[in-house]
């Protein structure tokens, strides 16, 4: 999911300014009946000189297939000559994302959300945003993430068609390109260059998706396994209901739990707010489980079926608090095809949601040792559009893999992921058992010691995902949403209501480079359940020349799963009271090593409030229609004896 808080200020301001030169323009035809020759001072089109920029500005509306025209800016750095282009289109308003100045400087006007501004105007790139269709100054109907032609879109025209048309009009109408177009985004704007890769245009000689949405229900906006991210209900209130974004969701508590919590269920929630009247709204009601709507428009899984045209660098934050599932998921997708190594690349870094294009030397406290998102732009990104895009650069020998190893901190050149190092580094599935006593280990539970623990699950007092108060989702002012999945666990730890495993101390490294996945076997007294596991590193109880760090507890890797899709996610089962079932799920990628004096944590719990909706524990056909009487406390047990074996499997290294 994009970041559409960023832009609302210039957002408003050219909603604003629009009005103001609207009311003057009529102005100017109506004369005032009393002095009818009094003029007005406001000329009907007035045009600002831009003598001294160093760019010249076109607004045009480039005509589709259909006869839907899409506003599009084009900003072309002065002299320009056989110089590629790089187009990001986006649903979040092509004028506010190419206008941060105002200033005579190409620098200025780029210096906003989805751009790796110091690359583009540096390498002289001419640059390209565009409004998709339905949004902002594009005609057109919106549909969220509109899916390719097919049994989800029975129209002629997607994304792809739309960006084919595109391509073909700006190599046609640019004299001042070379001919070579790539594309690049992030979130919403990263999805979109997947969309691209279908059909791909001649032109387009190179894709970018940093951190795209992928799969809604899987694991990145909407759902993760099946448990509905309800604070995103204000992006869907704003994004789908206005071209222009207009309506603004409010809040009516300070803290985000409150304001779930009175609500009961997102449903109800929904039509407290008019979210039904929301076309994407009433879709998400109608399908709380993956069937063919979810999966038919599944990119990853569309793009499984398509050859490979385009070189394409998949970008993919380890922290990345928004669409943590999507690069990774296409990445598995097609690499199998790249028989070459030479179309598929994948950069990995410490990063929240897009902040490969800020500053990233820290996330929260964590530190880094260097500004890693200035690392990508200029040691990755930029030789990798020049080596594709590029006339008469010498040809850059392009590494496969990029992945940041946190912990010991530095970038490592693999040629392949998951890979443990540049040479000979296997990486080995590796059990973490969840023992008795509370105790995480590598050592297979024995007989005779107890079977299970357990703990008690109330609907009416969820676990908070997050240390209250729970700011909205936002990135202005002193919102934290971007950092959340750094937070110091200790809050969790020491609930009664949350499982703790922990490791003893370690004594030599131990590195993961992949998707741990959760083996767990639970039962419960209710008929559904969510279970979430949390991977976590536990810092010593003091850090030299980090304080802050004594005895953090820094979460890894960690996801949710709905238990009712513990068969099928496409159709849901009540659970078997009392009986100990498995969970079997991955949890988001790492790359992480364990270092000498810390500990491995695993926590387990069943609720991940408000971030996750809650599940009443009772079963019933959709969550979002559950009434107060559906919520019931449950008793949960995880149980660890022989034959019932709890367990994280790590991707250990087991050489370097």
């Not at 387009?204 to 229900?217: E, F, H, Q, R, Y």
């Not at 508590?253 to 076309?279: P, T, V």
């Not at 991977?535 to 009712?564: K, T």
């Not at 009986?579 to 387990?604: S, W």
């Amino acid at each position: 999911m994009p970041l559409p808080n960023r832009i609302r200020p210039i957002r408003l301001f050219v909603v604003l300014l629009t009005g103001v030169l609207t009311a003057a323009a009529s102005a100017q035809t109506t004369e005032h009946p009393k002095y009818p020759n009094y003029p007005s001072e406001t000329p009907a089109n007035f045009q600002p000189p831009a003598d001294g920029f160093n760019y010249t500005r076109r607004d045009v509306m480039i005509p589709m297939r259909d006869g839907v025209k899409l506003h599009t800016v084009i900003l072309i750095p002065n002299g320009a000559k056989d110089e590629p282009i790089l187009l990001t289109r986006t649903p979040y308003d092509a004028t506010a994302l190419t206008s941060y100045g105002p200033s005579s400087h190409l620098a200025s006007s780029l210096d906003g959300y989805d751009n790796a501004t110091d690359i583009i105007v540096d390498d002289g790139y001419i640059r390209v945003v565009q409004d998709i269709r339905g949004k902002y100054g594009s005609e057109g109907d919106y549909i969220m993430n509109r899916p390719i032609h097919g049994p989800q879109n029975p129209t002629p025209v997607d994304e792809s068609t739309d960006t084919y048309d595109t391509i073909d009009w700006l190599v046609k109408n640019i004299p001042e390109s070379n001919g070579k177009v790539g594309i690049l985004g992030i979130s919403y704007d990263g999805f979109l260059p997947l969309m691209a890769l279908i059909n791909p245009h001649p032109a387009l000689k190179v894709a970018v998706p940093m951190n795209p949405m992928v799969d809604g229900w899987m694991g990145d906006d909407w759902f993760h396994n099946g448990a509905f991210r309800e604070q995103n209900m204000p992006y869907i209130y704003e994004q789908d209901g206005t071209r222009s974004n207009t309506k603004l969701w409010w809040t009516s508590d300070y803290d985000d739990y409150d304001m779930f919590m009175k609500a009961g269920s997102a449903g109800e929630l929904g039509k407290e707010r008019g979210l039904d009247q929301l076309g994407f709204w009433r879709k998400i009601i109608e399908h709380p489980s993956y069937d063919a709507f979810w999966s038919d428009q599944a990119v990853d899984k569309v793009l499984a079926n398509e050859p490979l045209k385009v070189p394409t660098l998949l970008v993919d934050s380890l922290w990345d608090q928004e669409d943590i599932y999507g690069a990774m998921a296409v990445y598995k997708a097609i690499k199998p095809k790249d028989t070459q190594n030479d179309m598929v690349y994948l950069a990995i870094g410490p990063w929240h949601h897009g902040q490969e294009i800020e500053d990233a030397s820290s996330l929260g406290p964590i530190r880094f040792g260097s500004d890693t998102g200035l690392f990508f732009r200029q040691h990755i990104l930029r030789p990798f559009l020049a080596h594709y895009l590029k006339n008469n650069v010498p040809q850059s020998q392009l590494s496969p893999v990029w992945a940041f190893e946190t912990g010991r901190n530095h970038w490592e050149k693999l040629p392949a992921w998951p890979e443990g190092c540049a040479k000979n580094c296997p990486v080995q599935p590796t059990p973490l058992y969840l023992e008795p006593g509370l105790k995480a280990g590598f050592t297979e539970p024995a007989a005779g010691a107890a079977q299970y623990d357990e703990y008690i699950s109330d609907p009416s007092k969820p676990v908070p995902f997050r240390a209250r108060p729970i700011q909205p989702i936002g990135y202005t002012g002193r919102l934290t949403w971007a950092r959340w999945l750094v937070d110091d666990q200790r809050e969790a730890s020491g609930r009664p209501d949350v499982l703790t495993y922990e490791s003893e101390v370690l004594t030599e490294p131990i590195k993961i480079s992949g998707q741990p996945v959760a083996h767990l076997i639970a039962s419960t007294t209710g008929t559904d359940s969510d279970w979430v596991v949390k991977l976590i590193d536990v810092y010593p109880d003091e850090v030299a020349g980090e304080p802050e760090l004594g005895g953090y507890q820094l979460m890894i890797s960690a996801d949710i799963f709905r238990g009712r899709y513990r068969e099928s996610f496409a159709k849901p089962e009540a659970i078997t009271p009392n009986d100990p079932l498995e969970y079997k799920f991955e949890i988001p990628t790492a790359n992480h090593v364990f270092l000498p004096g810390h500990r491995i944590m695993v926590q387990v719990q069943s609720s991940w409030f408000p971030l996750y909706d809650r599940n009443p524990q009772t079963f019933v056909p959709n969550i979002f229609l559950a009434k107060p009487q559906d919520y019931q406390r449950a008793t949960q047990r995880v149980w660890h004896t022989p034959g019932h074996e709890s367990l994280i499997e790590l991707p250990v290294v087991k050489a370097e």
